[in-house]
């Protein structure tokens, strides 16, 4: 016990040096400080970004009921590639254990915007889609 009150009074007695230290110049503190306040802005700002996109679970209901399906053809590549439509509707035929089996694809078309070249990150999906994740379409 006498060991621990030690290193608290050591600790209290070099937070009380610093702070005096920091007082006798405050050309120096000010601006130090603003950046601490600055950073710890901008790592929260991040923060949360972060946390609403990555870290919270999706809104839509049930999420953890979906599942992803892919398929895998050795021949062409070792990564997952992408169901075919005609598959796809035979496995919304054939599969009861789902209620819905929607299909979507990556894509990234190239457009021309103010005399430069931007890639956009879009999809296209089946409207079953939207119904799994029980979403209403504007049409």
């Known amino acids: ?4 009150s030690t290193i608290m009074w050591g600790l209290v007695q070099d937070l009380r040096m610093g702070i005096r230290l920091l007082m006798r110049r405050p050309r120096f503190t ?7 306040a600055l950073a710890i802005g901008a790592s929260t700002a991040v923060f949360s ?12 209901p049930e999420a953890n009921r979906l ?11 070792p990564d997952p590639v992408r169901i075919e439509e005609g598959v796809l509707r035979m496995i919304q ?10 299909g979507f694809t990556r894509w990234e078309p ?10 956009l990150h879009a999809a296209t999906c ?10 209403e379409t504007l049409y």
């Open 1 to 4: 016990m006498r060991i621990i």
């Open 30 to 36: 000010l601006p130090m400080l603003g950046s601490f």
């Open 49 to 60: 970004i972060v946390n609403a996109v990555q870290v919270r679970p999706p809104t839509y």
């Open 67 to 77: 599942v992803t399906i892919w398929d895998l053809d050795r021949r062409l590549s």
């Open 93 to 102: 035929k054939a599969a009861s254990s789902f209620e819905e089996i929607a």
């Open 110 to 119: 190239v457009i021309r915007y103010q005399g430069r070249l931007r890639s």
């Open 126 to 135: 089946t409207a079953e889609l939207f119904r799994a994740l029980a979403l």
